[in-house]
């Protein structure tokens, strides 16, 4: 009996527990071509969070043992590209960062999530890295500068996945956004906005990390999160809406 991944957007669950899959991997290697920067705009439910997965588990160091069972029998197994397995992988889910309280705590709440993903980062890659990863409980941009400064000591690059980038402001857009409010990510955590800091971090270090990121699309609220995005970002997005 067939079994279907219904609601199950975990590549590693479908390879490995005998689930249905459709071998989409082929398209790789043209994601490579693509550039290093990349933003996956799609409705919902159209596979972007599996194809996140199958990102991660293709390029991360740490699953180079596992190529032949999770993609022998694939397209990108019998013809991969040389960038398998050679990254480290870092992945935010911003779908999991709650959009309730005030500005304050929608920081709090940004700051929490990319900490705790940093410190699973120093757990999973402990073995390879030179040194610690300090993480700053309440600044995740200093936490993710020392992530950088511990990744350039090494062999490795870092590639960075971001589930549902615009999932918690356009929550916030959506339930409470009367035009004298200010712009959500201007103002989350005060000062300079955490995401664009880090998006600059990103940027600065460019040569050293590989990013892909994936969001809803929703006509109406993306040009209000534009200022935000990293300008390649925003020119993408407008050309989709």
């Given amino acids: 009996m067939l079994k279907f991944p219904y609601g199950i957007s975990d590549f590693y669950t479908i390879r490995t527990e005998g689930y ?27 596979g972007k969070s599996l194809w996140l997965s199958t990102l991660e588990n293709y390029y991360d160091v740490a699953k180079a043992g596992e190529f032949a ?52 980062f120093a757990e999973t890659y402990r073995e390879q ?19 950088l400064t511990a990744v350039r000591a090494t062999d490795y690059r870092l590639y960075l996945l971001i589930d549902e980038y615009d999932n918690f402001a356009n929550e916030v857009l959506m339930s409470r956004a009367p035009p004298e409010s200010p712009p959500v990510g201007r103002d989350i955590g005060g000062g300079r906005r955490p995401l664009q800091g880090i998006a600059l971090r990103r940027r600065a270090a460019q040569d050293g990390v590989q990013g892909g990121e994936r969001g809803r699309q929703r006509h109406g609220i993306g040009s209000r999160l534009h200022h935000w995005r990293r300008a390649n970002c925003a020119q993408r997005l407008e050309q989709r809406l």
């Fill in 20 to 46: 249905v899959y459709i071998d989409r991997t082929d398209r790789i290697a043209l994601v490579e071509e693509a550039g290093k920067h990349l933003v996956f705009l799609r409705p919902r439910r159209f």
């Fill in 69 to 120: 069972q999770l993609f022998g029998d694939l397209a990108i197994g019998r013809n991969p590209t040389p960038r398998h397995n050679s990254y480290f992988i870092l992945r935010w889910d911003f779908s999991l960062i709650s959009a309730q309280g005030g500005i304050a705590e929608i920081g709090q709440a940004v700051h929490a999530h990319i900490n705790a993903r940093i410190q699973g």
């Fill in 129 to 147: 890295l030179a040194y610690p990863i300090t993480v700053h409980p309440t600044n995740a941009i200093a936490s993710f500068e020392s992530l």
